[in-house]
């Protein structure tokens, strides 16, 4: 699964501004590399997010669109999930 043509843009942000002043979330963006459930390929999701304290805040939404059921297998935590801040 490829990333949609504006998180590609938004990813390739962040590469070259090293995480730093990214589109309107500035220096609260965050990456999440994640094995899918079905198909096993990598696919990179920018996520908004930061940090309080030593810990970090994540939010990940669907943008207001409806979420079936058979969507959830595609959240499964994996040891190949990968961070990048």
Excluded at 4 to 30: C, Y
Excluded at 53 to 60: F, I, K, L, N, R
Aim: aromatic share 6%; net charge positive; charged share 20%.
């Amino acid at each position: 699964m490829k990333a949609s043509p504006f998180n590609q843009k938004t990813i390739a942000e962040f590469h070259d501004k090293k995480g730093r002043g990214v589109g309107m979330w500035g220096d609260n963006l965050l990456l999440l590399t994640a094995q899918g459930a079905k198909s096993g390929e990598l696919i990179t999701t920018p996520l908004f997010g930061g940090r309080e304290g030593s810990d970090y805040v994540v939010v990940a939404s669907k943008g207001g669109r409806r979420c079936t059921q058979g969507g959830s297998a595609t959240s499964r935590p994996t040891p190949t999930s990968r961070s990048r801040c």
